[in-house]
């Protein structure tokens, strides 16, 4: 390794973020001042990578998880050639540059995970392990390995601290995945203050209790930096690994290094002097020497010789190996089968069960004809009925398994599946209670920020819970997923359209779908097709029951209380129609044309039902309508009752409409 070389480098990253961070007077130093030694290590010798394929699907993942230290990320990219160029780190946090003020996937090359959010990378790279553990089981064959790398995530206190991110190391743990490593930016401080404000954990015993392995190193020091990660990555023991690193917060700036006061802009103001002590040149900025370039030069085309010949392994594994490599490929090209529905069959005119049990049915026939699907469930598979029947579960023992028990831990989950999503080979579902989605919403403001195609089966969807209560029913949750953009928010009304929303997750390559099922059991709509019902449901609304004299009044339902608007319809007469509208997203992403078909502007009279709160719904029902729906909290009784007692039942919708 060489010592010098790599010394000077991480300095010339440290001017990187100085000179960055100073120009647009925003960002923070601590970390890519204090992790520099560490950057260099990891880019300059340890991390398997290369610029020229930044997805090569054998590279390390690296996820900086401490997002705002993003000059950090932006250096080492630029100075191992990525496609980050000077000027790019120039524009730091400027309008459409590619170094947005923290990481975010899709941007950059190189970046593996949006970030900034802490805890979340943790849990991300968790994701990542997994995935890599399965796709290792699953396509490395005893002629030809073609995946055996590893994750790599840089994490501070900040996101330690976080729960998200103690669910997911006690998961890793549990799972044994081994082929993680986090580097603990161990720096005793945050962003208000010293650590010990906040914290007296005891990383090393915390991290054993976990079943991880952890070494606590001066993460100054090159050789010994290098020295554990080599050994992280060597040992192939079912335990993952830390190495906690002790550092200097903003260590550059001797005004504000090893103090809160390092850890965001505050030292830029001292660049000037900062420079001229790490020996940079006065007159020119945002420096790179001629030997630093020539030192990542030749490394890049040394990874390119190394992806080549990986390259050649992966052409000679296709090649004996077909099924499994157009199984890959789809993967990564996230293909869905064009007849999938056709995959689904029909349910028996006479079924009658909660769509969650549909839901369960129609994973598991999609599952077959979609290999890359695997799901989880926070110890709730008995509830949520996602639980793939001859999967197998995940665990050390079985990385081949395609169930998830991701135990009581639904924020992890979500940034687990995030992490599944990032890597792109297979399709990742998490479910548990809708109550209980705004745990892990956190993660899905991410999938949905980030376009990954992450599906969650949220089950339990209303008051009609029953018994367990108001803890246990959701009536704000519904409208509080619809609320974020680039998430579809789907509520069948029975087991096709069910059917038909899976479908449309699956279909999704751009972003997350949440599926909303009902605990309790729902009629078939068998006065509609199947074809009617499924196709509908993709297209977010459909009329449900079209009105036989001039139109009078349209009925808007989701979910159960669809069959309370067909229904009603039934009793009103010949100017009723019924719009079911599983899906505002999908909805609102039709023609015009579409939907004034649907909902005519002329028709006024308008009444909406949902067991929800009403909010959301004026924009379909328009000033003259109106909106049944539940602007309170539930009780805790059978769920009929709870039903007729605030008003969703078919009588109700008859008395508003009259
Ligand atoms: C979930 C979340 N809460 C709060 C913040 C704001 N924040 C950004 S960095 C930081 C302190 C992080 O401390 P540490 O990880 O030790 O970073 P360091 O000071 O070493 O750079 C906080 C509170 C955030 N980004 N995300």
Known sequence: MNNSLLAQAANEARGLAMDAIHACNSGHLG???GCAEIGAVLFGESMRYCPDAPKWLNRDRFILSAGHGSMFIYSWLHLSGYAVSLNEVKNFRQLHSITPGHPEFHETPGVEATTGPLGQGIGNAVGYALSGKRAAARF????????????????????????????????????????LILIYDSNDVTLDAMADVSQSENAEAYFASQNWDAVTIDGHDLNAIAAAIEKAKADHNGRPKVIIAKTLIGKGIPEVAGTAKGHGEGGAKFVDSARAGLGLPADEHFYVSAETKAFFAEKKAASKAAFDAWQKTYDAWAKANPALADELTDGLANA???????????????????????????????????????????????????YLKDGGDFSKANPLGRNIWFGIREHAMGAICNGIAYDGIFRCSGATFLVFADYLRGSI??????????????????????????????????????????????????????????????SRTDGPTALILSRQAIPLMNSLSVETRRDGTLKGGYIAK?????????????????QHAMAAAEELGDGVRVVSLPCFELFD??????????????????????????????????????????????????????MRELGMTKDHVVVAAK
């Not at 590893?150 to 082929?179: P, R, S, Y």
């Not at 049990?357 to 509830?383: C, E, F, R, W």
């Not at 009279?605 to 539930?634: C, H, M, N, P, S």
Request: one cysteine or more; glycine letters at 12%.
């Open 31 to 33: 970390l890519p001042l």
């Open 140 to 179: 490395n064959t005893a002629d030809h390995t073609i995946i055996d790398h590893h994750v790599i995530a840089l994490h501070g206190d900040g996101c330690l601290q976080e729960g998200v991110a103690k669910e997911a190391i006690a998961f890793a743990g549990h799972t044994g995945l081994d082929n």
């Open 336 to 386: 869905v089968p064009t007849d999938l529905s056709e995959k689904i069959p029909a349910f028996a005119a006479d079924y009658k069960d909660a769509t969650r049990s549909a839901g369960g049915t129609v994973l598991n026939a999609i599952a077959k004809a979609m290999p890359q699907v695997i799901t989880g469930s926070a110890d709730l598979y008995g509830s949520t009925k996602n």
């Open 445 to 506: 403001r991410i999938a949905a920020l980030s376009g990954l195609p992450v599906t969650y089966i949220f089950t339990h969807d209303s008051i009609g819970v029953g018994e367990d209560g108001p803890t246990h029913q959701p009536v704000e949750t519904v409208s509080g997923l619809r609320v974020i953009p680039n998430l579809d928010v789907i509520r069948p009304g029975d087991a096709e359209e069910t059917a038909g929303a899976f479908v449309a997750a699956m």
């Open 546 to 562: 079209k009105e036989s004299g001039a139109l009078t009044t349209i009925l808007l339902a989701t979910g159960s209380e669809l």
């Open 589 to 642: 992403r039709q023609s015009a044309e579409y939907r004034e078909s649907v909902l005519p502007s002329a028709c006024t009279k308008r009444i909406a039902i949902e067991a929800g709160v009403t909010g959301l719904w004026w924009k379909y029902v328009g000033t003259q309508g109106k909106v049944l729906g539940i602007d309170r909290f539930g009780m805790s009784a059978p769920g009929n009752t709870v």
